[in-house]
T-cell receptor, first 113, second 116 residues
């Protein structure tokens, strides 16, 4: 069973703080890793992708990947109330049947003004 | 990227009836999926829509209840058959675009289904 685990939250941070979202995955064959943001009543939207070990920065967002520990995280700097949403970690796995995206349960983030 | 048009955006249906949800993509894609998301829950994969052959269903989902069509590489439909209130959920179409350097998944706007 290929699994992606996340803390369900809610994670509450004050405005301006750093929000840290964590994700672990079980399949060592995982190749690509993604963070999606989903506002209530909306569909998920891709905010970050990461493919190799280390950090990847995009504006206020930093994704961190450690394949040895099977761990991927998302840091949101200078958190804003508009960042309040559910963040889904997704892992792309390539196996004999093709490519498959496996989503974690999501972490609900609340940024308090 | 991919632009996905999913219809209808929402519907309220009587139990025992069926609803067909359409998903149209602005470019050809090999991989197309249907997900269900119940309130406060994460995404549950229903099936992979295969072009020219029967869909591949995940455990707990069957073709008689969720028939899927995929006549070409830009279009798919999901039907929720003989609906009951337990089928009330958001249904999402997703496509995966595979490029040399990266692979990304994109979602339609979702269909919010309420069965009464």
């Amino acid at each position: 069973q290929k699994e992606v685990e996340q803390n369900s939250g809610p994670l509450s941070v004050p405005e301006g703080a750093i929000a840290s979202l964590n994700c672990t995955y079980s399949d060592r064959g995982s190749q690509s890793f993604f963070w999606y943001r989903q506002y209530s009543g909306k569909s998920p939207e891709l905010i970050m992708s990461i493919y190799s070990n280390g950090d990847k920065e995009d504006g206020r967002f930093t994704a961190q990947l450690n394949k040895a520990s099977q761990y991927v995280s998302l840091l949101i700097r200078d958190s804003q109330p508009s960042d309040s949403a559910t963040y889904l970690c997704a892992v792309n796995i390539k196996d004999n049947y093709g490519q498959n995206f496996v989503f974690g349960p999501g972490t609900r983030l609340s940024v308090l003004p | 990227s991919a632009v996905i048009s999913q219809k209808p955006s929402r519907d309220i249906c009587q139990r025992g009836t069926s609803l067909t949800i359409q998903c149209q993509v602005d470019s050809q894609v090999t991989m197309m999926f249907w997900y269900r998301q119940q309130p406060g829950q994460s995404l549950t994969l229903i099936a992979t829509a295969n072009q020219g052959s029967e869909a591949t269903y995940e455990s707990g989902f069957v073709i008689d209840k969720f028939p899927i069509s995929r006549p070409n590489l830009t279009f798919s439909t999901l039907t929720v058959s003989n609906m009951s209130p337990e089928d009330s959920s958001i249904y999402l179409c997703s496509v995966v675009k595979i490029a040399k350097l990266n692979t990304e998944a994109f979602f339609g706007q979702g269909t919010r289904l309420t069965v009464v």
